[in-house]
């Protein structure tokens, strides 16, 4: 049976409508990588609630009338509880401004959009979901390899620092023929690389860490889960890729970093 | 260490150069969705091979002097193979033209991108990757609901039809506090679901199928792990997604069929 969509769309969906939210996935951080959508939402907003992450390059695209809030949560001071940002869709919202709600990469992924989704629909506010490039294929992109490989790779794994180690209540798996994309590892990669190892995965499984992915100041390093522990650390936010999907990129760093081909 | 990108660039990274290949995301169908990047590439590129998928909405966009090629090898007619794919791609760069390698989604998942991108490494033409919006985040958007959540879905599994089964070499496991979407996962749901449930998935593990997300003739299915098989089948290209996740938008597809809650 077809369903009726839970939210309550704008009424004019090709412009933006006041009164509405937007959740709108920004990006790794490329204004390049902005949809066509969000690039014209953001143009055309009355207010913009955004994320940290979200870097000036985006929000210079905003009109200058449009009232911009920052209202991550990070850089230690939790003065914005969800609880805040929420209301603050609301009353804008009901005020009849329209709001963009910008988060970084797509707002569906590690984003806490389930809360912000359900206290929009409470409030029985109109909202519109536009996705956005997620950091993952950004890093992909930049590292220059699939993240699945019909030999080698035929599922993706997406998880973060918190839950990629088996602290976690239901581990994941040492499946090698998955991709195990891991969004901000954290600092101790040596304690994620010791869990995996003794969960069964290969101590030569490749790995790539990006960080700043798509954004200036873009790094990558690449290395074994062996001696994941013992990369220099990079710059937040970074990301991780694992897997035999990546292992030529590996195997080219390798090369570059001893004049010795992996494979002889 | 940082690492020497295996991928020759183009050398002006934000025009499109002549003797290159993009392979561009083209996102999940609606123009609206297309990166920046990926439409000014579009616009400016002299030769284009895309996948069946693409719609015309899209190729559209391209300039009238531009030779589009469709390379698809769906509808049962597999006149062109990958290796022809591949050929083309470096015949055209190297005859000097700006290549647009058009993939429906984003190139470096279920595409087939790993041998293409090999291809283009062996033959030494520069070569660019630019993220779409892959159809998981679309359907996610057009259901209106997160693929992870804080309490029930800390992590994300994508896999296609062929390899979301047990008969898989690698199952995956019976993790609740995952989202699983399976792409592409063909006409047998009923199999599909015996195998989830053999493996310990709950019956009542909520389920949306989502056929031409974002697109015109979007349809949304909602049912449990349990009556997957019995729903009728929806148009492909369409996509699975399950786990608790998706319980509120499932809950209140029943709330609407039934006229009952299903938390009552």
Known sequence: MALTPRSRKPEQPSRISAGSVYLVGAGPGDPDLLTVKALRLLQSAQVILHDDLVPKAILALASPATEIVNVGKRCGTKT???EDINALM?????????????????PLIFGRAAEEIAALAAADVPYEIVPGITAAFAAAAAIGCSLTDRSSASNVIFSTGHHASSHNQSPLPALEDATRVVYMPGRDLHLLAQEWLAEGLPHDFPCAVVSHAAQPGQQIRCTTLAALGDAAPTAAPSLLIAGWAVRDIAAKHHEAATGVSATA
Do not use: N, P
Request: aromatic share 0%; proline share 0%.
């Open 80 to 82: 914005i509880t969800q």
């Open 90 to 106: 609301i009353v804008h919202a009901s005020a009849g401004k329209a709001v963009v709600r910008l988060k970084s990469g797509d």
